[in-house]
């Protein structure tokens, strides 16, 4: 019987060369369906004033945004569309001196003081009626609609549409039947090729058996051996960094139940820490600011601006955790006032440090001048809040040989700092040299 060379080979590379086809088809159909959709831009209603709404934004951000929103009670009530509701006369009047026009007992102005909690108007005498023009008319554009989602269909059929009008699903499903018929075919020729080869009393030849690479890397003892003791070395090696990273909490960045975004507080917005955490001044810990001290911006801030949401965080995400703010205090934003019902906020706490370690914030913000970043990293830029340093006692020991001690205004040192000045042979000490290395300065 003649013998012939294994014709599996031929299927394998017909099969590759098919899986290759379908990829390269399934891509390009892909690309097909991805058309892009046509931006609708929404023209804007020209204000009743006649004013330019763009320069009434600039004017309504720098002088009303602190008590009214356009869209939401704030101090003041919601500014939308203010102007179909009263006179421009009544409110030139208004906007010049409130007050003037409330004592002159005039029903509207009266109304409106009584309506917002009998909070008097700041007087702006130095806006002229064009300016209020063009205030009122960026009060008077239509509210903006949620912008349309890039790639949505926008068509009444289900499936998108490719350019000719063909829909992709019909072209998906004719590359399937394609496929099928391949598959098919493949497996009538192989059946064909072995009738072929039994009438012809051709024999297949079978497959040489192959060892296994286990069984030829145990047989190969050298190779054991040295994987054996890279083995060990490799886990004594983990072994070691996993014991000494036991209760180093590094990049620990715990939701918190309110999200407080350190990058648009102190980053965005420049507000100093020691704003909220004032006792880092003057005591040993810097403490968790109370909400009263969130409260002093928030009271008048229900909503942030739309360039605030982020790719991760969206605006309405963060208008949510100030709704969370404003349960925890009870204040409601659309009387202006506190309800009396208040819940606590359980914060999770993020640097801790052993019992046994003494640390003062006081004597290294206000007495040594270290900045926050130092040992927090950079706050300003972190969305939540993580442990940067490691906080370990080498981590502390190495600061205090390279940090020199601030003798400005520092006359408590004064006398020791000559002393030990000399004695080193340096101008400026460190806290190592001045006795920051003793066991009894950190430990109890």
Same mark, same amino acid.
């Given at each position: ?114 309506? #917002?909690?009998? /909070? ?19 009060? &008077? ?21 490719? $350019?000719?009008?063909?829909? #992709? ?30 009438? #012809? ?9 192959? @060892? ?80 009263? /001290? ?7 801030? &229900?909503? /942030?601006?739309? &360039? ?27 009387? $202006? ?12 706490? @993020? ?27 950079? /706050?300003?830029?972190?969305?939540? $809040?993580? $442990? ?21 205004? #520092? ?34």
């Amino acid at each position: 019987m003649k013998k012939m060379g294994n014709h599996n080979s031929i299927l394998k590379k017909l099969y590759f060369c098919l899986a290759l086809m379908l990829v390269f088809s399934a891509t390009s159909s892909a690309q097909d369906a991805a058309i892009p959709a046509a931006d609708v831009a929404a023209a804007a209603t020209p204000a009743a004033t006649g004013g330019d709404p763009v320069k009434g934004k600039e004017l309504f951000n720098a002088n009303c945004a602190a008590c009214h929103k356009l869209d939401a009670k704030s101090t003041g009530p919601a500014l939308r569309g203010v102007a179909s509701k009263y006179e421009m006369s009544w409110i030139y009047k208004w906007v010049h001196n409130s007050s003037e026009l409330i004592k002159s007992g005039d029903a509207a102005a009266v109304k409106v003081f009584e309506e #917002n909690n009998k /909070v008097v108007m700041t007087a702006f005498p130095q806006l002229s009626e064009g300016d209020i023009d063009n205030i009122i008319a960026y009060t &008077s554009t239509p509210k903006e609609e949620a912008p349309v989602v890039a790639g949505a269909p926008v068509t009444g059929t289900e499936g998108a549409t490719s $350019q000719d009008g063909l829909s #992709n699903n019909v072209v998906l499903g004719a590359l399937v039947l394609v496929m099928l018929m391949l598959v098919a075919m493949l497996f009538l020729v192989n059946n064909v090729l072995r009738k072929v080869a039994k009438a #012809n009393n051709i024999e297949v030849a079978p497959k040489e058996p192959k @060892i296994s690479i286990w069984k030829a890397f145990v047989k190969n003892q050298f190779l054991v051996l040295v994987s054996v003791i890279f083995l060990l070395l490799v886990g004594a090696y983990l072994v070691y960094g996993f014991l000494m990273q036991v209760g180093v909490d590094q990049e620990y960045a715990p939701i918190q139940p309110i999200h407080y975004s350190h990058k648009i507080h102190a980053g965005d917005n420049e507000i100093n820490c020691k704003y909220c955490h004032s006792a880092a001044r003057v005591s040993k810990n810097a403490g968790i600011p109370s909400l009263n /001290v969130c409260m002093n911006c928030h009271k008048n801030i &229900s909503e /942030v601006a739309e &360039s605030t949401a982020t790719p991760e965080y969206s605006k309405a995400f963060y208008d949510e955790q100030i709704q969370k703010l404003y349960t925890a205090v009870g204040w409601d934003k659309t009387t $202006q006032s506190y309800t009396g019902k208040t819940q606590p906020v359980k914060w999770v706490r @993020i640097h801790n440090l052993p019992d046994f370690v003494y640390f003062n914030h006081s004597q290294h913000v206000t007495v040594a001048g270290i900045e926050c970043q130092t040992c927090h990293g950079p /706050v300003e830029e972190y969305e939540i $809040q993580k $442990q940067f340093a490691p906080l370990t006692m080498g981590w502390c020991i190495d600061c205090h040989r390279k940090t020199d001690v601030k003798m400005e205004g #520092n006359e408590y040192y004064t006398k020791i700092h000559e002393q030990l000045s000399k004695k080193y042979g340096v101008d400026k000490l460190t806290a190592a040299q001045m006795g920051g290395l003793e066991c009894g300065k950190c430990h109890y």
